[in-house]
């Protein structure tokens, strides 16, 4: 097995460790969550409990524990809300745990102290205020929970489980949720959710190989569209950011083609793409086909216009790199660029770029010789069509390229997540400057600065 912390196979850049969070977990750690505003980062093990790790000294802060009787497979932040940090978890034991810490600004590292919730939150012991203190428990799935998201406004939260459900619970006061939708649509296990970054669209991935996007439609949430094309267990989806980006920079402060300006324009209809990866080795892009006839929906707006169904369609599929299940996918909102892993070890990181005219050129001669039978003597329709798509450059204006590969990053083990966060230890160059953090079979959580 080569060096983890050497680069191998960077075809445009690479990785380097910038540093392990310590100590580790003895156990399998699942997955890592950055925190929404804060540099502290929340991971959750297979030992029943969730480390809280400073990402300025790479060092353990705190270990919630107590409140789960097996594995803590997912956890999420909450979103939008200031003095106050709000964690969800899900467990192997069927149940999620929503977890509390007032922010007194101290996130300097100390000693590790074992936080052990088992009375669920005393509120008579007045220390807790200063800890993380377990607020409440959400029961009602009859299997584990796969995964746990808050939507973008922080009123909703999702979960999801083997039972093949998908539950969104509202928060309605304080350490009070209800439950406002039990989604039974799919035919097993459900493995991911993920909710729209601007809209109340929630997407869900599950072992029957399909995506379902869900919306409440006046009373009642239900499914508006189911995005076929894997071939085996949708592992993880994704959301692209609010704003478009291309090589690494917003596409609306680019001086743009012809072609490039259809594409964007397109994008901006579209709204945020969806990304996937799978069991059966493929990452996938989708989009949503706006509507061409009537006006807008806004998003934000209550009142429904027409059917609530959408079409969405896969838009790209990323270079073939992984010779494993791919198991978690994350997109940068900051600069649009898409890292993988799984259970090859490997960590791949995509970047999406304009496709020279040239290229465009010539792709688009090649297809116009398709379509008038040059090529095969085919005079299909599907070739035609193909050349109308290329003129409006909605699909090939743009190309994914993998711009750093690197294996074996936490040795002869699996990878069971990776994200993106931003750094902020002594040595970041500047204020967005992004890390990637995976999270591995062995227990740890490691730090990855880019060089591209």
Known sequence: MSNPSSPLHARHGNLTLLSPLTPPSLSRAWLTAPH??????????SDKSVRIYSLTSFTLLSTISGGHKRSVRSCAWKPGIKGESVLATGSFDASVGVWKRWELGDLNPRPER????????????????????FALVLDGHDSEVKSVDWSAGGNFLATCSRDKSVWIWEEVGEDDFETIAVLQEHTADVKCVAWHPEEEMLASGSYDDDIRLWREEIDDWGCVSVLRGHE??????????VKAKVGGNDVDVQPLLEGQQEWARRRERSGPRLVSCSDDQTIRVWRRKPRE??????????????????????EARLPSRHE??????????RTGRIVSTGGDGRIIVYEERWKSEAERIEVMATANLEANGESNGDHSTT?????????HDTKNATEWIAIIEFEGAHGVFEINH??????ADKGKTYDDEEVILSTGDDGVVKVWLLGV
């Open 293 to 314: 006839n009537g006006p807008a929906q806004n998003p934000l707006s209550i009142i429904r216009t027409g059917s609530s169904e959408e079409e969405w369609v896969e």
């Open 324 to 333: 494993r299940a791919i198991y978690a996918v994350a997109w940068s909102h």
């Open 114 to 133: 074992e936080l052990d919730f088992t009375d669920k939150g005393d509120t008579d012991n007045a220390d807790e205020d200063e800890e993380w203190r």
């Open 36 to 45: 929404p505003t804060l540099p502290i980062i929340a991971t959750c093990s």
């Open 232 to 241: 085996s267990t949708v592992w993880a989806v994704g959301w692209e950011g």
């Open 418 to 423: 990776v994200c993106w966060a931003l750094r």
């Open 383 to 391: 070739a035609e069509e193909n050349v109308m798509d290329m003129n």
